[in-house]
């Protein structure tokens, strides 16, 4: 018999406990849950019970204690503003603001008296054993602010530096800077009070059309704003005077309805050429390759494992799937094997060590620094800089150049992993073999990048390529492709 205790989870190899502090209580204890990783490790499943069950009591006791002694302490705003009228030193210490600073420190040396402080001088028994974290950082905030707790102005960078402060110890990450900025550039520094979610979704719109910001980006930036306003809202009990204008506001990713092209001769060739100039490391060169050979996306190739790749038997391949680099796919059509042309099986060759679940490439990669490397190196080998013309173009350079040589949809699915595209896929083998997927890449590669030149604008041409008439007629091939500049 299988028994549940409350809170206990199991990922399937480990245990572990996790419990959502009440929501009345948040701003007291100063965190959203409680989790307990370590204590659990190595424990069979009836001690994980039992441990599980302790701090289930344990903690029941604290929230009945927390709650209790929050009716019979002052109110903890006042009672921060109090401590700092109490404690005018504090005051004078006025280093690196919004750090953390001896100020701070200063400050956790003094409440150490807090309960004798703050306790009800009628009820001998509303003293706690230890300050709640949020009345340190409470009465950290009064002496930044001049003994006032809560500011009279909301403006974007105090909110901003206010959840550094609190979030990150004072040492902002390049987004959130990143994010700072672009509001302030399009809002200037704007009291929160009169920002509208109207207003965010002009900038929104602004990062998209005018600046050429990515919707990954400017979804990013959403998440920090939307995350440092509730911050400042939740501490100082704000909700019945602001509201979040970021927060929840259903912005799809901006879409500029610009399909992404498949490259042509003249950027594969630059591209060709720039990679046997070796300027970039053998690493993004061997991924640049990759998703030329074989149409896998940047991400599916930067979370390969060793035991991903089969270079021996009679047609090596990259298992695509799921693993502890990559814990999920983006449809459900993604996992698949991918035959390896020989050029593609000779890039790995120098990579590969073994059969084990470690990173194929050495170390966990970041597909998004990934991604921008990649597209500074094509920009550098000349390809034009343009939202249609990316990284990722790789693939429906080998897409295109499939259709071309009359290759099926399904077969294009089994290489490519695209999802379903109507309804006559639902029939026909599961999988493919893997030597027919091998000819198709062979046949489909002699021609990648004959595309005609009329689907790109002359900004999206090499130099010395020239753009067809605007009047050019209509060809009478029925191939979508083999047109060669």
Request: charge should be positive; charged fraction near 30%; aromatic fraction near 8%.
């Amino acid at each position: 018999m299988f028994i549940v205790v409350k809170n206990l989870q199991f990922d399937g190899s480990k245990y572990s406990y996790r419990k959502a502090v009440p929501k009345d209580l948040r701003s007291i204890i100063g965190k959203r849950e409680w989790v307990f990783k370590k204590r659990f490790k190595g424990l069979s499943p009836s001690q994980a019970m039992a441990e599980a069950e302790r701090l289930n009591a344990r903690l029941q006791l604290q929230i009945d204690t927390f709650r209790n002694d929050r009716d019979t302490i002052v109110n903890r705003k006042q009672a921060a503003e109090d401590y700092i009228r109490d404690h005018p030193d504090l005051l004078d210490k006025k280093p690196l603001k919004y750090g953390y600073t001896n100020q701070q420190l200063a400050i956790e040396e003094l409440v150490e008296d807090f309960p004798g402080d703050l306790a009800d001088p009628n009820d001998p028994n509303s003293k706690i054993l230890n300050p709640p974290p949020q009345f340190i950082q409470d009465v950290i905030s009064a002496a930044q602010n001049d003994g006032t707790l809560i500011p009279e102005t909301h403006k974007l960078s105090d909110i901003f530096h206010y959840y550094i402060s609190h979030r990150y110890d004072g040492v902002a990450p390049k987004e959130a800077k990143f994010a700072l900025k672009s509001f302030v550039d399009y809002f200037s520094n704007i009291d929160l009070r009169l920002l509208s979610r109207t207003q965010v979704k002009r900038w929104a719109e602004h990062c998209d059309k005018k600046l050429g910001n990515s919707p990954a980006t400017i979804k990013r930036r959403l998440a920090v704003g939307s995350a440092m306003v509730n911050r400042y809202i939740l501490d100082f009990e704000l909700d019945t005077e602001l509201t979040n204008p970021f927060k929840g506001l259903g912005l799809s990713a901006p879409h500029t309805g610009e399909e992404k092209l498949p490259f042509n001769e003249a950027h594969l060739n630059a591209i060709d050429a720039y990679l046997n100039e070796s300027r970039i490391s053998n690493q993004n060169k061997a991924f640049l390759m990759l998703m030329k050979y074989t149409g896998a996306g940047l991400t599916e190739l930067a979370g390969l494992e060793q035991r991903d790749v089969t270079l021996s038997g009679d047609v090596p391949f990259i298992n695509i799937r799921i693993n502890k680099l990559r814990p999920m796919l983006k449809t459900s059509a993604r996992p698949r094997r991918i035959p390896l042309v020989k050029k593609a099986k000779n890039i790995l060759t120098s990579f590969k060590t073994g059969e084990t679940s470690d990173p194929f490439w050495g170390k966990e990669i970041d597909p998004h620094s990934l991604s921008a490397a990649l597209n500074k190196a094509i920009r550098a080998a000349g390809v034009p800089k343009s939202k249609r013309i990316t990284v990722n173009c790789f693939r429906h350079t080998l897409e295109q150049a499939m259709r071309t040589t009359n290759a099926t949809e399904l077969e294009q699915k089994a290489i490519l992993g695209h999802s379903k595209r109507d309804t006559t896929q639902k029939y026909g083998a599961p999988t493919q073999d893997l030597k027919k997927l091998l000819k198709i890449l062979n046949k489909a590669h002699r021609k990648l990048g004959k595309v005609h030149l009329d689907i790109y604008t002359e900004d999206e041409l090499i130099s010395e390529q020239q753009a067809p008439p605007k009047n050019k007629p209509k060809t009478t091939d029925s191939k979508p492709s083999a047109i060669k500049s």
